[in-house]
């Protein structure tokens, strides 16, 4: 018991400074939420009445979900590529997928918007061959969020779904051929079910970390397209309504809380954060 | 294709080359409607790589595959009907045993009634009807094998390859399920295609084996023949041991010849119609250690040998003695240890003796590869 003790003695700074410099902070927003401007529950209740708050928390939910369907497509074509590939063409198919994480998020989002605005080089070269008459619409809008985050999260989605491929010994894929089943049939009855477990880890990673984006829909929405960390902002530093923005990170807060307590039920959540089972 | 008896294969001139190196080489092979043929060889020998060109799985640089007179090289794996067992046994960890063993009918497209009774019949016949429900983690490494030979079973295959099936296992365990892979074949009345590097198993289970060495078929036969009669001292020192007795030929009669090592005279019975060695030319015998006999006082032999006891060791059974001889240097000695003629002691004189017909010319082996 006395020697139990000691050991948890030595996790006293490292909990000290947890409880200070974040559980403190978050319960302190909690506080905000429910006593400004008034002590009660009035902010919250916007949640249900006032449309624009509602419209956030649409917006955020409605790219969240489309970008995580996004870039798992895309990331599950990638993870499948380098996992079936050679191991000295995996190493340059990682190294490719992993560079843009290098890259500081300001300075991609830049990069879209001078390849997407209109006098960007995507809409001059289709107009230049003639497929396009006007330019089209494809930044400072909903669609050139989702682009922009889905390059972001693309790699994120990779690592845990090729680490679940990996572990699917590749002799069950030839057994499964060899007992007379198609290539496709392979894939749908033997590798996909396999692979799920990585598809489910990427799913929970890419959705909570596109519910808390900012940089990238500030820049890419041109202000029009709100997502809830932008309109937190918004209150808090140009309108000063602490009690709205801190309500607002409140249900953020809660709706990852919630969405990781129901998925933990279905993978193992310590794998996601990279610690081996 | 599913007709209860088995189907006959043919490799004709099968070589798989990886860069310069040859993993196969010119490998042709008669596997006959029912047979139990084990491809035996050590490690790196090119077993896999044979059993993999047979599955489809990997491609002949050279040669072509028969199944009953078809042609079937260019056949993907999926499109042979195959049953395959793999070293490790390959259960799909997501699926139950019984649906394991109904995936290759469900790939095939059979209906669920079908399907579920012979699942049941496959389950029946390796003893697992109880564990259809489990994941295949939840099984021994005995009933994991018996799935897999189940699941290998269930489509009625034309041919039933296996990659070291049992090398997994520990050896009690080993054991029983030779015992049983040998009567389920007897049962089944299939082609089934082993592999294994355990020459004890394929001496055991097998109609005939298949001795691959650095690629090259060296020889083929039944068992007693292999065991018996070995062609190369490869053959002779890989299935079980031997003496190997190296002399130069002096007489050459109907049914026998006469080698000499210094002073000893080999004494050597010549099946009619064996290839003889010319006079004068050097020769190589196998001798198996177990007939080799110890000779009493005045008692005679084709070949007789004198030597001294270099060390020896008790087996239960019997004793094991190396015997140094000035002529044939150190020779293995079997002996029963069942009223055996003398107790063994280091440093004893013993006379040695055997028949003509004990030992056997073998060929010196040929990898200038
Ligand atoms: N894909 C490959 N590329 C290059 N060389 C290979 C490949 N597969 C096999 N080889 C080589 O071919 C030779 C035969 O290999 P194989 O796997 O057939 O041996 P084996 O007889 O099954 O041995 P073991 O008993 O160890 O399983 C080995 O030297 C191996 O290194
Ligand atoms: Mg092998």
Redesign the interface.
Known sequence: MRRDLGWWALLLPAFLLMTVLYVAPILQVLAISVTEPTLGAQNYNRLLTNAGVQRVVWTTLRIGLLTTALALLLGYALAYVIALARPAAQRWWLLGVLLPLWISVLVRAFAWVTLLRRQGLLNQGLQATGLIDAPLPLVWNEFGVVVGMVHYMVPYAVLPMLASMREI?P??L?????????RG?VFG??FL??SLPGVVAAAVLVFIFSLGFYITPAILGGGKTLMAAEWIKLQILDLVRWGMGAMLATVLVAAILATLAVFSRVVDLRRLFGARA | MSSTAGHALALRGLTRRYGSFVAVRDVSLNVESGEFVTLLGPSGSGKTTMLMMVAGFTEPSEGTILLDGRDITALPPERRDFGMVFQGYALFPHMTVAENVAFPLRVRGLGRAAREEKVRAALDLVQLDRFADRKPAQLSGGQQQRVALARALVFDPALLLLDEPLSALDKKLRGELQEELKALHRRVGRTFINVTHDQEEALRLSDRVAILDHGRLVQQGSPLELYERPATRFVADFLGRSNFLAGVVREVRPGAMALVAGGTRLVQAVAYGAPKLALGTPGLLALRPEKISLLAEGEAADTEVAGEIAAWSYHGTGFALSVQTVDLGLLQVALPAWRAPIAPAEGMAVRLGWPADASVPVAEDSHAA
């Open positions: 010994d002799r069950l030839a057994a499964a051929r060899g007992l007379g089943a198609s049939t009855r033997v079910p396999l």
